[in-house]
């Protein structure tokens, strides 16, 4: 994800304005999400990124409440702790008539709930006169439809667009129509119950009259259509139970978190709502999309790391993130998708633009790490579950990525899995961090290809290691004693390459030459995650990752202060990722390094503090912490953002030493730990096995006490201390 887009290079373009002008309300459902105002209005402002949205396409690009010709006064807005809900309180302006005030402000109370099921935005509006007097009140809502592609929304110009339709003017509503250059027909279903006085092709009438404590309620629905396919359009309190039920039996299901401190409760709570609604359903299973609002879709590389985080809680998320990244792993060699046999999946886009290839994120594969991070959750996931079946289902596709990291992933056969765009619409960079800036020297001159970067070396090696363990239980000893071998000798030609002992950490990349990018990044920290990091190697990199250079007080940079081209302000040079720290404080964990653990976790949750909704969003910049004062919020940054959300639940596991095993079914505890604003943490509903747990944690000065509240089956507790 990058965010800058060159039209005649990459397809991603920069913001044209901040997205913290305006703090937006999101809610999301499968394969639809919308943007709101804080009002529940929406409106062209900011990033002109509010709307409603399905399929890529938005569906709504203007929709505003109106009093007469005068706005509602906010009072309050929010969503729901669960996601469930937007609710909107508003009141009146003061009504005047020849310049004499006729409704005091504060007379009427307009209460706005919505949420969205199966394609549709379903919207209650109850309006209440609190007044002595009978008030008649002129109400308008006046909507639009541009049927704009996500892209773009976030800015990109097209020679042509399709047309849009005439608009169809209904007893209850209007239908919004336009017709893509793909051939297919997107419709707006609008839809009011009780019908209003008038119906325009962009606006809906209504005069009523409210006695003293009278109040008028109207259900507003707004149903999307693409090719065809609509939602079956239930009535408003139908779908509010439909979603309340499916919501309360997936809670049912669920690992339950709770701790002596109901501000990290708070974030807890965000963190497993925004997941819940970030998570669609595909044919596959379930698969956490990405991000609100630019990255709501199938995203390989940030769904693996949305499952690594959360997998020891909701092994099930794993499942479906593999089973659809094996079900689109490429098959053959395609430049244009950057595709070749064996890759996993960088992205998927439905929409206008995708379908005709204009970008060419419709399949998309330009992704270095996503393969060996599929091996890795693979294994991962069979040690948490012992899914044996599962694991011999798509054993197939683990020895494809394998290959391809052997075939295509290093090509010039030195040793190291390097990346170059085949695609010219495609991204440059192929790492998580995929800025056009994000790989350069010391003297700030960017790096041409190939590129080999560090953490991309850790992931082969952990992907190989982990295979390993794999063919061995499917009975392929050989297999297996050969991935051994490539991972040994992997380890030891990496640190023998990439690390720089002038800077205590490994370089950033060799680039196309073999040239060394000798600067200090956090990619150096995922060397750590995944244990190719020598043990002497592993201590001298944490002190230099938690110095004050790379540690900002909230978090640890994505580069380091000292670099040329450290920027707070910059999407991946000097901002702060908490995916990125989550990952490194697990990697801490794995070398017993505690001490860095509980300070990156004490930065995230108090920059959690200050965030609205306790919602950890994308990213935010790297500004050195300031007393009394929150962390400054990077201006596009998605929130909700799945590995944003998830890390709360990595730096836990983290914190905690934490291991959850199928076989024997066993939870572990190696040197827990917990910071000194957590005196308890109690684990409900961990399912282990055949079996379920409830733990009960307690915080003693330099480890923990356990006790086990509940156990059903034969789940056993270890902890080492």
């Known amino acids: 994800m990058d965010d800058v887009i060159h039209v005649e290079d990459q397809c991603y373009i920069l913001a044209t304005s901040p997205l913290a002008d305006d703090r937006t309300r999101v809610l999301k459902?499968?394969?639809?999400f919308a943007v709101f105002d804080r009002h529940g209005d929406i409106q062209a402002l900011g990033l002109g990124e509010q709307g409603l949205?399905?399929?890529?396409?938005?569906?709504?690009s203007r929709c505003v409440l109106r009093l007469g010709r005068d706005r509602p006064l906010l009072l309050s807005s929010t969503v729901k702790d669960d996601n469930a809900l937007l609710t909107v309180d508003l009141t009146n302006p003061d009504f005047t008539l020849?310049?004499?005030?006729?409704?005091?402000?504060?007379?009427?109370?307009?209460?706005?709930?919505?949420?969205?099921?199966?394609?549709?935005?379903?919207?209650?509006?109850?309006?209440?006169?609190?007044?002595?007097?009978?008030?008649?009140?002129?109400l308008?809502?006046?909507?639009?439809?541009?049927?704009a592609d996500i892209f773009e929304v976030r800015g990109l110009r097209r020679k042509r667009r399709g047309h849009k339709l005439e608009p169809l003017v209904k007893r209850h509503g209007v239908v919004l129509g336009y017709k893509g250059l793909d051939g297919v027909t997107r419709r707006t279903h609008l839809q009011c119950s009780p019908a209003p006085a008038e119906v325009f092709g962009s606006e809906l009438r209504w005069t009523i009259t409210l006695p003293p404590?009278?109040?008028?309620?109207?259900?507003?629905?707004?149903?999307?259509?693409?090719?065809?396919?609509?939602?079956?359009?239930?009535?408003?309190?139908?779908?509010?139970?439909?979603?309340?039920?499916?919501?309360?039996?997936?809670?049912?299901?669920?690992?339950?978190?709770?701790?002596?401190?109901?501000?990290?409760?708070?974030?807890?709570?965000?963190?497993?709502?925004?997941?819940?609604?970030?998570t669609s359903e595909t044919p596959n299973g379930p698969y956490p999309y990405a991000g609100v609002p630019w990255f709501s879709t199938v995203f390989g590389r940030d769904g693996i790391i949305t499952a690594l985080e959360c997998l020891w809680m909701n092994p099930g998320l794993a499942r479906g993130v593999l089973a659809y990244l094996a079900s689109t792993q490429a098959t053959a060699v395609i430049p244009a998708q950057d595709a070749e046999p064996g890759k996993i999946l960088h992205e998927t886009r439905a929409g206008e633009l995708a379908a005709l290839g204009e970008i060419p994120f419709r399949r998309y594969y330009g992704s270095v790490d996503a393969t060996p991070l599929f091996v890795m959750l693979a294994a991962a996931y069979y040690d948490r579950t012992g899914d044996r079946a599962f694991i011999e289902s798509i054993w197939p596709n683990i020895e494809s990525a394998l290959q391809?990291?052997?075939?295509?992933?290093?090509?010039?056969?030195?040793?190291?899995?390097?990346?170059?765009?085949?695609?010219?619409?495609?991204?440059?960079?192929?790492g998580w961090k995929d800025s056009k800036d994000s790989v350069f020297h010391a003297d700030g001159t960017l790096a041409d290809g190939p590129i080999a970067l560090c953490e991309v070396q850790g992931y082969v090696y952990a992907a190989k290691r982990r295979a390993a363990e794999l063919a061995a239980m499917l009975g392929d000893s050989r297999r297996a004693q050969d991935l051994l071998a490539q991972a040994q000798t992997l380890q030891e030609r990496f640190g023998q390459v990439f690390w720089c002992a002038e800077l205590a950490t490994?370089?950033?990349?060799?680039?196309?030459?073999?040239?060394?990018?000798?600067?200090?990044?956090?990619?150096?920290?995922?060397?750590?995650?995944?244990?190719?990091?020598?043990?002497?190697?592993?201590?001298?990199?944490?002190y230099t990752l938690i110095r004050d250079d790379l540690f900002s007080g909230w978090g640890i940079r994505?580069?380091?202060?000292?670099?040329?081209?450290?920027?707070?302000?910059?999407?991946?040079?000097?901002?702060?990722w908490p995916h990125d720290n989550a990952l490194m404080a697990y990697g801490f964990s794995r070398y017993g390094l505690r001490a860095p653990i509980l300070k990156i976790l004490s930065g995230l949750f108090d920059a959690s503090l200050f965030i609205d909704l306790h919602r950890m969003p994308e990213l935010f910049c790297g500004f050195p912490r300031r007393p009394g004062e929150g962390p400054t919020l990077y201006p596009v940054a998605c929130a909700p953002q799945s590995w944003a959300a998830a890390s709360v639940f990595l730096l836990l596991q983290a914190c905690l030493g934490l291991s959850v095993s199928n076989y024997p079914a066993q939870v572990s505890f190696s040197y827990p730990l917990l910071p000194p604003f957590l005196e308890e943490v109690r684990i409900k509903n961990l399912r282990v096995g055949q079996g379920v747990v409830d733990l009960f944690i307690w915080r003693h000065d330099q480890d923990v006490g356990i006790n086990i509240d509940r156990r059903e089956g034969n789940v056993e507790i270890l902890s080492v201390k």
Request: with cysteine.
């Open 29 to 32: 459902h499968d394969e639809t």
């Open 53 to 60: 949205y399905h399929g890529g396409t938005r569906f709504l």
């Open 98 to 138: 020849d310049g004499e005030v006729t409704v005091p402000h504060g007379t009427l109370h307009i209460f706005r709930a919505k949420f969205l099921w199966q394609g549709t935005c379903y919207e209650r509006l109850r309006i209440s006169n609190y007044g002595p007097v009978p008030i008649d009140l002129p």
């Open 140 to 147: 308008y809502l006046q909507f639009a439809a541009d049927f």
């Open 213 to 278: 404590k009278g109040e008028a309620t109207f259900d507003l629905t707004v149903a999307c259509e693409s090719a065809g396919a609509i939602s079956s359009g239930l009535a408003f309190d139908t779908a509010a139970t439909a979603a309340i039920d499916t919501r309360e039996w997936v809670k049912s299901q669920d690992c339950e978190i709770y701790t002596s401190n109901e501000q990290f409760n708070d974030w807890l709570n965000r963190a497993s709502a925004d997941l819940y609604m970030m």
């Open 404 to 430: 391809w990291i052997d075939c295509y992933g290093d090509v010039d056969g030195d040793g190291f899995v390097e990346y170059a765009r085949h695609s010219p619409k495609g991204l440059v960079h192929q």
């Open 506 to 542: 490994y370089i950033l990349a060799l680039d196309g030459r073999k040239r060394p990018c000798r600067v200090r990044t956090s990619n150096a920290g995922h060397c750590l995650f995944t244990e190719i990091a020598s043990a002497a190697h592993a201590e001298r990199l944490a």
């Open 558 to 576: 994505t580069l380091a202060a000292s670099e040329v081209r450290y920027n707070p302000m910059s999407y991946h040079n000097g901002s702060v």
